[in-house]
């Protein structure tokens, strides 16, 4: 069956970095676009970062493009994300998803002083 999990998250200082991966398996993840989405307390899931299939396409939120950058390794069925000068707004549980459809478990992103 499909299998999303996410790691990488964790505590960091405004301005910090982080690195999230997301582990595929269970179907041919080379076909499939992958993205990654957030939900703040309170608020509604968002899409974060969308990439396509092979890689060469890649879209952000307007609240993270220049900070975050989203990639993939087909060889490994992995894609990730990579936060950089993190904000007190970017704390949320983090999410990857295959296309439209399945989704990770998610990994809490905390960033604070």
């Known amino acids: 069956q499909v299998q999303l999990r996410e790691s990488g998250g964790g505590l960091v200082q405004p301005g910090g970095s982080l690195r999230l991966s997301c582990a595929a398996s269970g179907f041919t993840f080379s076909s499939y676009a992958m993205g990654w989405y957030r939900q703040a307390p309170g608020k509604e899931r968002e899409l974060v970062a969308v990439?396509?299939?092979?890689?060469?396409?890649?879209n952000y939120a307007n609240s993270v493009r220049g900070r975050f950058t989203v990639s993939r390794d087909n060889a490994k069925s992995t894609v990730y994300l990579q936060m950089t000068s993190l904000k007190l707004e970017d704390t949320a549980v983090y999410y990857c998803r295959r296309g439209f459809d399945a989704w990770g478990q998610g990994t809490l992103v905390t960033v604070s002083s």
């Open positions: 990439i396509s299939s092979s890689g060469s396409n890649r």
